[in-house]
């Protein structure tokens, strides 16, 4: 089977509540409404490419429940593959998160069955024909199998990863032999303070470089992106638009930049597509809802997107 890419992370079902403000310890707020969408990081970013055109297939695990059955349905008709996803007993993943009118937001998981994914349940036929694996994080134990998986995985797939706050709080020890497979790391800026102990600056990019990681990404949220190689860096401001909600943001940028690198444009110019399908999906409610399709990118003159 030829992918473009393929999703390997958690699969949820989210569940949003829209509140006047989100409260800390000890104080009260209130819920105005609710919505609920298929989420779950890797499968948000395999939507965003599906859109844009390229072929994506999804490794995860879901209940023959009502939440599974969505997400299924969700991912089919969004045209991902789901050949690698395993139906298990138990429940299936959600999130339960809490939105204020600024688009911030706070979010609690439930990963279900999520984390109980084997690594000999992994199908390595499935990654014979692939182009990029992109890597998004468990709660629990399931990193095992992504661990597993990369240690077979052919040498001409690249690896995209996004350690998201969950991995990038265990420290850099529990994902170092994820990042000694890594070619493209996407991560936010405090993630990275987690995984090195300091801000975004020489030290902390040169600290990750030196797992041989090809790329590294650094999404600053409504102060744009920073992007580095070892011979090239660029800092690129956010696209201007109303924040409605920030679920997915991150995700929305990795959907971009991945497709930029795979239509062979450079690291500017990935970054440059990143920052506009995360504008794309800040402005609507939900982590796919905005999300860009390239008659969308072409309809908006942005040159650089030309294939």
Known sequence: MSLDVVGFGALNVDKLYHV???AKED????????????????????????????????????????????????????????????????????????????????????PGVNDLFKPEEIKIEYFKDIKILHLTSFVGESIKAQESLLEELPSTVKVSFDPGRIYAEKGIKYI?????????????????????????????????????IDVIVVKRGSKGCY?????????????PVKCIDTTGAGDAFNAGFIYGLLKAKNLHDSSLIGNYVAACCVEYIGATAGLPDSQKLKKNNLKYLDH
Do not use: P, W
Request: hydrophobic share 35%; glycine share 12%.
């Open 176 to 212: 170092k032999k994820i990042l000694q497979r890594t070619n493209l790391l996407l991560i936010n800026e405090e993630e990275l303070k987690l995984l090195t102990g300091e801000e975004c600056n020489r030290n902390s990019i040169e600290s990750l470089l030196s797992y041989d």
């Open 27 to 110: 104080e009260e707020a209130y819920i105005k409404y609710l919505t609920q969408s298929c989420g779950g990081s890797a499968a948000n970013t395999m939507v965003g490419l599906s859109r844009l055109g390229l072929k994506t297939g999804y490794i995860g695990k879901v209940s023959n429940d009502h939440g599974g059955n969505l997400i299924l349905e969700n991912l089919k008709k969004e045209g991902i593959n789901t050949d690698g996803i395993i139906i298990a007993e138990g429940r299936s993943g959600s999130v339960m998160g809490f939105v204020d009118a600024d688009g911030q937001r706070a979010l609690y998981v439930d």
């Open 20 to 22: 006047n403000r989100i």
């Open 227 to 239: 992007v580095t190689n070892k011979e090239e860096s660029y800092s690129l401001g956010a696209f």
